[in-house]
């Protein structure tokens, strides 16, 4: 083993044990022991003390539409990575859709690679996408190392990425199932959607309106009784309705093989504030009222849902018309959402430690990087360095993601990222962003 070459000291390391003060030695990018805060640096060691200011591990968000090549004027791997290391995170997973190619064959994926290798601030890996008649690049796609495959139910929002009716959808999970892949799903039920009220105009209830709970609650149950018949692991994107807890833990106790995320602007945002024209608020499915934003929070206190991941989904100013019907959905939270999210945990009685539990260790565990989100020896030393007491109100102009459009914007968070390290250096010291020395992630072989 080479020696010791950094030693990160804080009196509050969060590790998967507690959050105790201690001393971080890291060599050749790894950590290599977790010692007393007192301990005594080894010979040559650069040594950082953080003081008070807490040692997290670097964040793990699965969930990033970067849009690059195609619609680089959206978001790309420059501006997204950058955003991503000033948040703390250190490992991003690239969404299948919104780029030109879309990530639905091995070829497509090489395009992608190449043009995010000499971009990457962080740590980079991309998720494949199952589309009609596509099911022939799944296979090759999951051997050139994607993570598992991203698929829509309803319309994605983009021509060419089209959904998958039940009979695919049980083609394209009986295929990754057959190699032991994963399938992640945008759950809304296209049935519920045509049925009720189209959006049109500023309103946000309307908007709400036009994508109901039920929507979502069948999707998932369908989901349900498909993995459970196929044996197939599945995981549900961006859950909105906390209706679906009861189902998901349900099958959860009963061993089906799944998993589900939730986002920040689900967990934080309610839809009783969001005033008419805001689309920086539109997403699919959308924010729900206040009292679903609670249950949210009892499936994340019950492990009923698994991790907090961004869906950062940005798009150019022009395309965040007023009306609700005709705007983009995304929303742009990258570089937020772990002030966003502590913010919201603290008022709550949550601690650090669950806030890292769900942002970095549950999704490094979804896309089985083992090597990544958690502070223990063995894993990478990828770290977020935070002040958690201190406060900052969201200027969009001072994000490092392209267009300066945010829901969060004017909203005072707890939680500065003072400095971000990917493999032992640091990448960002709170004002700077390093040259990038990212690197391109494949899902591991025994994941
Ligand atoms: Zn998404």
Redesign the pocket.
């Known amino acids: 083993m080479s020696e010791t070459e950094l030693v990160l000291r804080s009196t509050r390391v969060v590790t998967p044990q507690g959050t105790r003060a201690a001393s971080v030695t890291v060599a050749g990018g790894t950590i290599t022991a977790v010692l007393p805060h007192d301990a005594e640096a080894p010979a040559g060691a650069q040594v950082r003390d953080f003081g008070d200011d807490v040692l997290l591990p670097g964040l793990v968000d699965t ?1 990033v ?1 970067v849009n690059d090549p195609g619609r680089t004027e959206w978001e790309g791997f420059w501006t997204a990575t950058r955003a991503a290391a000033a948040g703390g995170i250190t490992t991003l997973l690239d ?1 299948p859709l919104n780029s030109l190619p879309p990530t639905t064959t091995a070829a497509h994926l090489d395009t992608k690679r190449a043009v995010a290798r000499p971009k990457a601030h962080v740590d980079v890996g991309f998720w494949g996408g199952a589309i009609p008649g596509n099911v022939k690049e799944l296979r090759p796609l999951h051997d050139a190392g994607v993570f598992g495959f991203k698929c829509f139910l309803s319309p994605s929002g983009v021509d060419e990425f089209p959904e998958l009716d039940q009979e695919q959808l049980a083609a394209a999970l009986g295929e990754i199932a057959g190699f032991g892949g994963l399938l992640i799903v ?1 759950a809304e039920d296209p049935g519920h959607l045509g049925a009720a009220p189209q959006p049109h105009g500023p309103k946000y209830a309307d908007f709400l309106a036009s994508r109901p709970r039920a929507s979502e609650n069948d999707a998932i149950a369908g989901l349900i009784g498909l993995a459970r018949r196929l044996d197939a692991r599945v995981h549900v ?2 859950l909105s309705s906390s209706d679906a807890l009861p189902l998901i833990a349900a099958a959860k106790r009963e061993g089906v093989k799944i998993t589900v995320e939730s986002c920040p602007h689900f967990l934080t945002l309610t839809a009783e504030e969001i005033p008419d024209g805001a689309t920086e608020f539109k997403c699919c499915p959308p924010i729900r009222e206040a009292a679903n934003r609670d249950a949210l929070w009892e499936g994340l206190a019950d492990g009923t849902l698994d991790c907090i991941v961004s ?1 950062h ?1 940005p798009s150019t100013a022009d395309l965040k018309t007023a009306d609700f019907g005709a705007a983009w959905g ?1 929303i742009s939270s990258l570089q937020l959402g772990l002030p966003a999210i502590w913010t919201e945990a603290r008022e709550r009685g949550h601690t650090l430690d669950d806030v890292v539990r769900w942002m970095a260790t549950a999704p490094a565990a979804l896309a089985g990087l083992g090597h990544k989100g958690a502070i223990e020896p063995g894993r990478e030393a990828d770290f977020a360095v935070l002040a958690p007491e201190e406060t900052f109100t969201v200027d969009p102009q001072a994000l490092q993601h392209r267009n300066k459009i945010t829901a969060y914007a004017g909203k005072t968070l707890h939680g500065v990222v003072r400095s971000t390290w990917l493999r032992g250096r640091e990448i960002h010291d709170g004002t700077t962003l390093a040259a990038p020395t990212g690197r391109l992630l494949e899902r591991p072989h025994h994941a």
């Open positions: 969930h539409h969404m945008h994107l961006h869906d989904s995304g």
